[in-house]
């Protein structure tokens, strides 16, 4: 059974940061990709940022471009959102997600975390 547990999540003033950590537990050996994916209150959920195992490739969504960078320490099997200049917009759930590719669709990754909250506001 694999487990993905978010956490770093919190209140920020605008143009502050935050750095999610994303640790997953259990075998992953079938799964190239970790993405992370947010959900505003009224907003379907979307897909921000993505790393493989295999190449350390990673894709990020315009919007977070130059201001949110994802990242992986293989030793703790914990991946990272770094996020800077955080933005109002930027409120919402925070989850990270274990699959097979790194593609924008929640329900195409096969193991989900919690969520954490991020909050963006003066």
């Known amino acids: 059974q694999v487990q993905l547990v978010e956490s770093g999540g919190g209140l920020v003033q605008p143009g502050g940061s935050l750095r999610l950590s994303c640790a997953v537990d259990?075998?992953?050996?079938?799964?190239?990709?970790i993405g992370w994916f947010r959900q505003a209150p009224g907003k379907e959920r979307e897909g921000v940022a993505c790393?493989?195992?295999?190449?350390?490739?990673?894709t990020a969504v315009d919007s977070v471009l130059g201001r949110f960078t994802i990242s992986r320490d293989n030793a703790k099997n914990t991946v990272y959102l770094q996020m800077f200049n955080l933005k109002p917009e930027d409120t919402a759930i925070y989850y990270c997600?274990?699959?097979?590719?790194?593609?924008?669709?929640?329900?195409?990754?096969?193991?989900r975390g919690q969520g954490t909250q991020v909050t963006v506001s003066s």
């Open positions: 997600a274990l699959g097979r590719r790194c593609v924008g669709i929640w329900r195409s990754y096969d193991y």
């Open positions: 259990g075998v992953t050996l079938d799964y190239d990709a």
């Open positions: 790393i493989r195992s295999s190449t350390s490739g990673t």
